[in-house]
Nanobody, 115 residues
Framework: GQVVESGGGMVQAGGCLRLSCAVSGVTIWYLTWAWYRQTPGGVRTLVARLRWMANTEFYIDSVKGRLSITKANAKNTIFLQINNLYTEDTATYHC?????????WGQGTQVTASS
C-alpha cells in the first residue's frame, strides 16, 4: 500500500488549509484512519481519527472546533480541514491507520502558521 499526503503550506495564523491523504493498495473501508502531526524534535501525535465504516470522528481537545476529518469513499482519500490556524499547529502532518502501520509513514506535508 501507499499513502501520499499533500496540501500543506505556509499561511498566516487565522488562515486555513485543507490537507489530503491519498491511499492506494489498501482495503481502506473497514479500517480506522487518522491524521498525526510532528514538530521538529517532537513526538508524532494523533490529532484526529475517522472510523471509515461508521464515519465517526475523534479529535484531541486542542483542535476541536477547528479541524475536521472527512473522507471521499470513491477516491480512498482522507482530508483534514484546518481552520483558524494557530502557530502551535505548525508541524509535519501525516496520515496513517490507527493504530499506525510503520510501512505508511511517509514524508507527510508541512503546515506552517506564521504570526
Amino acid at each position: 500500500g501507499q499513502v501520499v499526503e499533500s496540501g500543506g503550506g505556509m499561511v498566516q495564523a487565522g488562515g486555513c488549509l485543507r490537507l489530503s491523504c491519498a491511499v492506494s493498495g489498501v482495503t481502506i473501508w473497514y479500517l480506522t484512519w487518522a491524521w498525526y502531526r510532528q514538530t521538529p524534535g517532537g513526538v508524532r501525535t494523533l490529532v484526529a481519527r475517522l472510523r471509515w465504516m461508521a464515519n465517526t470522528e475523534f479529535y484531541i481537545d486542542s483542535v476541536k472546533g477547528r479541524l475536521s476529518i472527512t473522507k471521499a469513499n470513491a477516491k480512498n482519500t482522507i482530508f483534514l480541514q484546518i481552520n483558524n490556524l494557530y502557530t502551535e499547529d505548525t508541524a509535519t502532518y501525516h496520515c496513517n491507520e490507527r493504530p499506525p502501520d510503520a510501512a505508511y509513514w511517509g514524508q507527510g506535508t508541512q503546515v506552517t502558521a506564521s504570526s
